[in-house]
Each structure stands twice: as structure tokens, then as C-alpha cells.
């Protein structure tokens, strides 16, 4: 008789009922639904619980997948899910401001990984589309299933996988009020003075039943008040320097960062299933979020007045000369928030016939400003060369650290002015009349102008997104010797995202317009200093704390529109928008075959898009201003055939074999689909004086793609798992994926002033590009001495002109290995004892040698976990290899990175009263944990070999509370 053979009656009902914590007995059925004798039950909670749960889920999947499961509501021992998700095989995560937000699948970062909530089609927050899954908190997640195979079913997909988050369903889980708080510290301590260490987290769910166990209402809401403090050593770059054959950085960027997050969400669920045949569920989700602080520290050119050779390749130590720092306060704010409400209905016509409705709205917003406000030794221009600083530095692999300053006490609010330091106002040439001056420059060079006007500057992105989404389908069960059932349904999504980048130039009331005359620049006022700030750990000593946001917020500052000013920030602000709509078929296979039992689905989806994209190309005029009437569009339509097969075999008792293949398709990055473009212009000396354009170049283009088609990959999965107990398997599975077209960045040389690809048109204005001396010193590749008020032309036209295209192809292989072995199994001295252990080993290959953002060759995970009696304790690590990656850059773009691997290390010691004598504390749970126990850093490491960005974040623990009854 034909049978399911992953539905095992008698061993899953017992294992999920008893890891759900009920009392009594439970009456176990065989294959043959024959009633056995009653089974005393064994109450199993924490971690087991957990395990058993996700296990069963696991089982019950004809596809290759993974799963995770709380052990109750709200029970999920970390802040969000994120930092549950990076635990499980082929899975990694990606740490944001110290704390794990993206995501990678198999290698692929999150934007390459379909993301959806109870099946349905999730947004995002940030510039692309992958989800920023730690903005969903622990207390409304019961788990999620991870499909590492595709099918048909799937309408959210990617090359990575699918990432399902699901909530509790009000009728489907017993009654319950949770109560949780948390009180969380960051051990770094903070090293600026407004912001502390501690945070909290409270949340208060409930799931409840009416009117016969037909209505079902479940609620939560959850708060988190969260702070990070970091360190962050930074480089713009090295160069070699001639004269001791070591590296020294170009510029440095070392700055203390505190923030806070803050987020407030909302879950609602209501349930009527009034009968078998008819089940409606409408679900609401509300995320207010806020992520505010300050980035305090020294940003500034670097120039080596003597070098001595160490005795390694890296290692050095000297002098860096004529050093008038930058000392930069950035407030940063982004605030944000993301709703969606949906409604799922399942009606069965009959016993045959079934329907199935799922529409949703959702939408999402976020407003990212970050300040830069600027102080120093002296306004641009004001200082000779003898009135600079110097500072006795060491260098090494590692980067630098400073030994010794001279002729500078950032400590003294009486020594720093609030002004800017460094020529950085070349982009204000449109305004030059604006900041006319007569007044001589103390250093040499003329009379101030627009280039000495810039004393700060505040980035504004604004990003918005709204999805609509509508699935319906129809399905027949069958009862035949191979098809169990087939579903036809068709999906329809339409998705608009923007991004506008704008931002606002700072300029100092004391900055000498006009006729002025007397001082030109002022001390740091009163009402905005806050004490000092520590930058001893860079060498750097104290330094002044002020509050960066308060002159642009009470006017202090004349702000000026860098709109029409920066033609990169113009065209870097567009729309896209999305219509998919896709029709699928898929039948769902129960067989016996030569006395094997097989179980799968066969299935195809047609995908037809129309994308397209309205945007703007920044580009400078004879005005010296970007001409915002200069709009640009593109897109295009494409449909996409993508079959998919999932078999799983049961070879012997509880041994399965696995076998996958698919298409697969993510649609191109949202920031790479944009209309807009622009032509670019390094205003930096020392660029400005190279002649080989292969090296440096100020110039620069880039143009977007809206025409660009999905990423797409054909997959083969084979797995083979065996479960020996409800709380242990072992597995194997060897993945393949043939990219057959991934989007590479294209680049051709052009003659910015004559450009063939538009008509010969020449870019260069002289009054604009031109750049004037500020200070007497050496500059360029060649050291070449300059002279104040020395004009500057650039000494070559050549530069690359960039796009996004088609074309590029590879391939992914990979082998992950999972086991989970309750040791009670080995010996019973071992009762209670148990490991969680998974390895990923990938080789990913791009033909042009370019890596996979996301892609570690090998990442690997171990839980440690004992429990008994209610106390329990676990130990989880996790190591992973260099990756590739892109993040948030300067002027609110995004940037590409090589970061370092990482072995993060938590813990968590917990006691559940449910087992204890004290029944007034049944339903309480008390824990400890602790994250990032071994003070691990986030370094990204440049060409030459040496850290150009290192992060310190510190560990972290919260002891929490949570109550349930």
C-alpha cells in the first residue's frame, strides 16, 4: 500500500506534542492508523525543543531546505532573526554596525535570496531589495523555513534560496500571554560623551481562541532600545612611498561611533476558520525604527616628512608633517518605517477542488542624513606650514598608530576652532560670487574664495517603496499510483522603489565674505560643547565633543543645495519600477517505485516583467551648476520559462535521498536598474597631477541600466539524510549552480574632452576643474613642491567611462555538512548533553575572476547545548572566511569591500520554573547571554594586503526575562 513516507504519525505527533511542552498522554497511530497503546509523555523545552521542532519541519519538506523554530513564542534566544538564521547550514551572516543584518545563502548575499513572510513577498528598507532581516524582532517570529531547492509553488525566489519568516497562526497554537524584557549592555563602553552603554527590550504577545475555536486574535509588540559603540580605524588608501619602499596611507579616517537603535513593531493576526473547508487569516505588520548617533574623529590628508624601514614588509615608522587635521563630528539619523497588511484565504470546494487567495499591500520609507560638521586647527588657508602639527606614527599590515603629536591639544575647546581646515569647497564654484573675498589667505595663495567656504556638509537620502501583490490558486487532489495532487495558480506583483540624494554645503558665519576683515574663524561656542571625547586607543589622545546636528538645526550655518552642485548626488536619484507577473503548474508526486517510496513536485513557472526607470544625468554646464532639466529613462520586458523538480526517496527507515534541479532568476540590484548617470570630477591635487590615467584619474563616468536582465542560474541539488532520533540527523549535500548570466561592471576609456560615446562632447571647463593651492607643499605621485595660490590643471584627460551589462557567467559547487546529536544517544552519562554542527565548503568561479558579493569559501557552525531540568546552557561559534561584499559609502552611494573572515563566538545560560517546585513561577524563563564573547573585529583589506577599514564593536550581553501563561 502506498504510503507517505516522511509523515511518520506515531513518531512526529508524539515529538511535536511533547517539544510543545502539554502534559499527559498521548495516543500514537502506526502507518496503518491503527491506535497503539497510550504513551507516556516526556515534557521537552529550551534548545531540544527547538531542535525537534525545526527537525520535523525539515522532514516534511519534499524540497531540500532547512528550518528553524522557537521553542515558544517570543522564545527565540536572540534580539532578532538574523542572528538565528546565520547559525544554520549554508547560511552566514553579515554584521551592520555590530549586529548580524544581512544575510547570505550558499554564498549569496541577501539581495540575490528571495525573502518572504508566511509565503508572502517581503520589501526591504535599504537601497536594493534584499530584506534587513534584524529589523524583525524575536518576539513575533515562531521560526522559518529556508528552501535551498526551488518550486513552482515558490513565486519569491532567488539564485541564493528562499528565506520564509513566519509568525504564529492564533488557531493552530495553544493560548498564550507572553510577557519578555531585557536589559542589554555593550561592553566597548562608549567613547563619546553624550551616549552611554545600555539598552533594554520589552514585548508583550498573546495568542487566544474564541467562539468554539473558530475566531483566533494574536498580537505582539515589541521594543527595543539598543546601543553600539565602535572604533573604526580607516584609510582612504596607500601609496608606496619611494623613499623607504613602504606603504603609508593617502588619507586617514579614524573615528569613534556611538548610536542607538530604536524600534517599535506591531503583529496582528486574525483567524476564522468556521469549518474544515474555509480558513481566513488577516495579518497586519508595523516597524518604526530609528538609528541615531555620532561619528566623531580625525578625517584628513597624509603627508610623511621622514620614514624609517622596519624589519617586516609592512613595518615602518615615521613622521607625518604639515598636518592640519580634520576633526569631523557627523550626527547621524535615519528613521524609517515599514507596514504591510494582507489577507490569506483557503477555501475547499469539495473534497477534491481547493482555492487559495493572497493579496497584500505593503510599503516602506526611510530618510538617512548624516552631517558632517568640521573644526580644526584653523580655517584653510589661515595656518603656514609652521603653525601645522606633526605626529610620530608606526606602521604595519595591521595599519597605523600614532606614537607622539606635536603642535597640536585637540583637548583644548580654547585651540579648536569650528571651521574647515582643508580646501574642500571646489564643488561650490557655482556660488563663487556668494563667497567673494578681498581678504588674504595668512599662508600665501590670494584671497579666500569658494574653496576655503566649506565647513561641513549634510548628506539627505530619501528612500521610499511600495509592493502589491495578489496570488491565486486553484489545486485538485488526485489519487493515482504517482500524482498526489497539482496546483495552477498565477502571482502578480507590482513594485515601485526611489532614491533621492540630495545633500546641504556648510559654511561658518565668521568665513570672510565680501570685505571682511578681523578673524576668520571662531572657537567651538558654548552652548554646543559636550566635554571629551576618547580617541586615545588610535594614539590620538582626548579630543572636543560637540553637538555636530545643532548648527544646522538652529541656523548657525549658511547651507547651501549641492542639488544642482554634485552632478553624482543628481544622478544618483531615480525611480524604478516592476510588474512581474507569473503563471505556474505544479504537480505534487507520492509514489512507490521498485519498493521505494518517492515523494516530490514537478513544476514550471512562466515569468513575464516589464521594468523600467526615470532618473537624471548629472553633468556640470558653463554655469558651473548640474542642470537639473537633464532627465533620463530607459527598460524592458522579458519573459522567463523556469522548471523546477524535487524527488525524495526513502532508501531505508528514516534515510532519505534528495535530489533538486531548477532554474533560478534574481532580478538585477535595484541600484544598478537606474536610469541615472553622471560625469565626475576629483577636485584633489594629487590626483589632479597624475599622467597615467590606469593609476589615477580625477575623471570619471557612470551610467546606469535599466534594460539589464535577472541574474539566472540552472541548480542541481543531491542530499542525503538520516534522522535517528527527534532531536537528531546527520545530512550531506553536494549544490551546483551553472550561473549562465550574472552583471558585470563595464568600462571603456574615453577622452573626457572629447567623448565619442556622446558625440565628442568635452567636459572640461577650466575655471571649474582648475584647482588652486592652498598651502605650500609637495603633491602628486612625483612629490612635485607647489606653492600656495599655484593653479592646478589637470594633467590629463583620459579616464573610464562605467555601466552595468549582461553577459558574465560561472560556476558554484559546494558540499554542506550538518549533524545534530543529542550525546544522551552515547552514553547516559551524557543525558542532556548536545551539539549542533554544520560546514559549507563553496568554490565560486566568475569568468572574469570578480567574486560573488556574499560568497565565503568556507563557513562553519557549532552549537554546544546542555539541559535538564528546566537550566540549560548553550555555546554557539561560528566562523567565516573573506568575503566580498558592498555597503553604504560616501555620499550616500553604495561601495564595494573586501572584508576579513570572522569566528563569533555567544552563549547563553537560561532556567525555565515550568519544572520547578515553586508553581507561582511556572511560565518563567530567566536568561543570560552574551554575544561577540571573544571581541571580534570587522577588518576590510585594500590590494596591497594591509587593513583599510578596521571595526571594533566589543561584546555584548543582555539578561532577560520572559513569562508566559
Request: overall charge negative; charged content about 20%.
Amino acid at each position: 500500500m502506498k504510503h507517505n513516507p516522511i509523515f511518520k504519525p506515531a513518531i512526529l505527533s508524539l515529538a511535536v506534542a511533547t517539544a510543545a511542552g502539554s502534559t499527559g498522554l498521548v495516543h500514537a497511530q502506526n502507518s496503518d492508523n491503527e491506535t497503539t497503546s497510550d504513551v507516556e509523555e516526556v515534557m521537552v523545552t529550551g534548545i531540544r525543543a527547538s531542535l525537534m521542532r525545526a527537525q520535523s519541519m525539515k522532514m516534511e519538506n519534499a524540497s531540500i531546505s532547512e528550518a528553524l523554530a522557537a521553542e515558544d513564542i517570543g522564545k527565540l534566544p536572540d534580539s532578532s532573526i538574523a542572528e538565528s538564521l546565520a547559525r544554520l547550514p549554508g547560511l552566514a551572516g553579515e554584521r551592520k554596525g555590530g549586529r548580524v543584518s544581512g544575510i547570505s545563502v550558499r554564498g549569496f548575499k541577501e539581495d540575490f535570496v528571495g525573502t518572504t513572510l508566511n509565503g508572502r513577498e517581503l520589501l526591504g528598507i535599504g537601497d536594493n531589495r534584499g530584506a534587513e532581516y534584524d529589523l524583525y524582532p524575536s518576539e513575533i517570529m515562531s521560526g522559518a523555513v529556508i528552501y535551498k531547492s526551488s518550486e513552482a509553488k515558490l513565486t519569491t525566489t532567488g539564485i541564493g534560496g528562499t528565506v520564509d519568516l513566519r509568525t504564529a497562526r492564533p488557531l493552530d497554537s495553544a493560548p498564550t500571554v507572553t510577557l519578555n524584557g531585557s536589559y542589554e549592555v555593550n561592553s566597548q563602553g562608549s567613547d563619546n560623551p553624550e551616549f552611554d552603554d545600555n539598552g533594554n527590550r520589552y514585548a508583550i504577545g498573546f495568542s487566544q481562541k474564541f467562539a468554539d475555536d473558530t475566531i483566533g486574535l494574536a498580537m505582539a509588540y515589541a521594543s527595543t532600545e539598543s546601543p553600539t559603540n565602535q572604533r573604526k580605524y580607516g584609510v582612504w588608501g596607500y601609496d608606496k612611498n619611494a623613499a623607504s619602499d613602504r606603504y603609508v596611507p593617502s588619507g586617514l579616517d579614524i573615528m569613534a561611533i556611538s548610536s542607538v537603535l530604536e524600534r517599535d513593531t506591531v503583529s496582528a493576526i486574525f483567524q476564522y476558520r468556521p469549518n474544515e473547508d474555509l480558513d481566513i487569516v488577516i495579518d497586519a505588520l508595523d516597524i518604526d525604527y530609528s538609528d541615531y548617533g555620532v561619528i566623531r574623529g580625525f578625517i584628513e590628508p597624509f603627508s610623511v616628512g621622514s620614514i624609517t624601514a622596519g624589519s617586516g614588509e609592512f613595518d615602518a615608522t615615521g613622521v607625518q608633517v604639515n598636518a592640519n587635521p580634520v576633526l569631523r563630528t557627523d550626527p547621524k539619523e535615519i528613521l524609517g518605517d515599514l507596514q504591510t497588511v494582507g489577507v490569506n484565504l483557503k477555501y475547499k470546494f469539495n473534497e477534491i477542488w481547493s482555492f487559495h487567495l493572497d493579496a497584500a499591500d505593503s510599503e516602506s520609507s526611510k530618510t538617512d542624513t548624516r552631517g558632517e560638521s568640521y573644526a580644526g586647527l584653523g580655517r584653510s588657508g589661515s595656518l603656514t606650514n609652521a603653525q601645522l602639527g606633526s605626529r610620530n606614527f608606526e606602521m604595519s599590515q595591521g595599519g597605523v598608530y600614532f606614537t607622539g603629536i606635536s603642535g597640536m591639544d585637540f583637548s583644548d575647546f580654547n585651540s579648536i576652532k569650528l571651521t574647515g581646515p582643508q580646501g574642500w569647497g571646489g564643488s561650490l564654484a557655482a556660488e563663487a560670487d556668494v563667497f567673494a573675498s578681498n581678504v588674504q589667505k595668512a599662508a600665501g595663495g590670494g584671497v579666500y574664495t569658494y574653496e576655503n567656504a566649506q565647513d561641513g556638509f549634510l548628506n539627505a537620502g530619501r528612500f521610499s517603496e511600495d509592493l502589491t501583490t495578489v496570488k491565486v490558486e486553484l489545486a485538485v487532489e488526485l489519487d493515482t499510483s504517482f500524482l498526489s495532487g497539482v496546483t495552477f495558480g498565477a502571482y502578480f506583483s507590482d513594485r515601485e522603489k526611489s532614491k533621492i540624494n540630495d545633500g546641504f554645503f556648510a559654511t561658518s558665519p565668521t568665513y570672510p565674505y565680501g570685505n571682511g576683515t578681523g578673524k576668520v574663524d571662531e572657537v567651538i561656542p558654548e552652548k554646543y560643547r559636550f566635554g571629551l571625547a576618547d580617541l586615545s586607543w588610535a594614539g590620538l589622545g582626548k579630543v572636543v565633543a560637540y553637538d555636530g546636528y545643532a548648527p544646522y538645526k538652529d541656523g548657525y550655518y549658511y547651507q547651501t543645495s549641492a542639488a544642482e552642485l554634485e552632478p553624482d548626488r543628481l544622478g544618483d536619484s531615480y525611480v524604478v519600477t516592476e510588474e512581474v507577473t507569473t503563471f505556474y503548474v505544479q504537480a505534487d508526486i507520492n509514489a512507490e517505485v521498485s519498493g521505494i517510496n518517492l515523494v516530490g513536485n514537478a513544476g514550471v513557472q512562466v515569468v513575464d516583467t516589464d521594468q523600467a526607470s526615470t532618473g537624471y544625468t548629472g553633468l556640470v554646464d558653463e554655469t558651473f551648476s548640474v542642470d537639473p532639466t537633464r532627465t533620463a529613462e530607459g527598460g524592458a520586458s522579458y519573459t522567463k520559462v523556469l522548471p523546477s523538480l524535487n524527488l525524495s526517496a526513502e532508501v531505508a527507515e528514516s534515510q532519505f535521498v534528495r535530489f533538486g534541479a531548477s532554474k533560478t532568476i534574481s532580478r538585477a540590484r535595484i541600484d544598478q536598474m537606474k536610469a541615472s548617470g553622471f560625469v565626475k570630477y576629483d577636485q584633489n591635487i594629487d590626483i589632479l597631477l597624475s599622467t597615467d590615467y590606469t593609476a589615477d584619474t580625477p575623471w570619471s563616468k557612470f551610467q546606469g541600466a535599466p534594460s539589464l536582465r535577472p541574474l539566472e542560474s540552472n541548480n542541481f541539488d543531491l542530499a542525503y539524510e538520516k534522522y535517528f532520533a527527534d532531536d537528531g540527523y546527520i545530512s550531506l549535500t553536494y549544490f551546483y549552480k551553472d550561473l549562465v548570466n550574472w552583471t558585470r561592471e563595464g568600462q571603456t576609456v574615453i577622452d573626457f574632452s572629447n567623448d565619442a560615446t556622446n558625440g565628442g562632447a568635452n567636459y572640461y571647463i577650466p575655471a571649474f576643474h582648475n584647482k588652486t593651492v592652498q598651502t605650500d607643499g609637495t603633491y602628486g605621485p612625483n612629490d612635485v613642491f607647489l606653492t600656495a595660490g599655484t593653479v592646478v590643471a589637470p594633467a590629463q584627460f583620459m579616464g573610464y567611462s562605467s555601466s552595468f551589462e549582461d553577459g558574465l557567467k560561472g560556476t558554484v559547487d559546494g558540499w554542506e555538512l550538518t549533524a545534530n546529536v543529542p550525546l544522551g544517544l552515547v552514553s547516559d552519562a551524557l543525558e542532556g548533553f548536545g551539539f549542533a554542527a554544520s560546514s559549507s565548503l563553496i568554490d565560486a568561479k566568475l569568468d572574469d575572476g570578480s567574486a560573488i558579493p556574499g560568497q565565503s569559501d568556507e563557513v562553519h557552525s557549532l552549537t554546544i547545548y546542555y539541559a535538564t531540568g528546566g537550566f540549560e546552557v548553550r555555546v554557539a561559534g561560528t566562523d567565516r572566511s573573506d568575503f566580498a561584499t558592498y555597503q553604504r559609502g560616501g555620499s550616500n552611494k553604495i561601495e564595494n569591500a573586501n572584508r576579513k573572515g570572522v569566528q563569533l563566538i555567544d552563549a547563553q545560560i537560561s532556567y525555565d520554573f515550568s519544572d520547578s517546585d515553586w508553581e507561582s513561577l511556572h511560565g518563567l524563563r530567566l536568561s543570560l547571554q552574551g554575544t561577540n564573547l571573544t571581541d571580534e573585529d570587522e577588518e576590510d583589506v585594500g590590494d596591497q594586503g594591509i587593513v583599510t577599514a578596521r571595526r571594533e564593536f566589543g561584546p555584548t550581553y543582555m539578561l532577560n526575562a520572559n513569562y508566559s501563561f
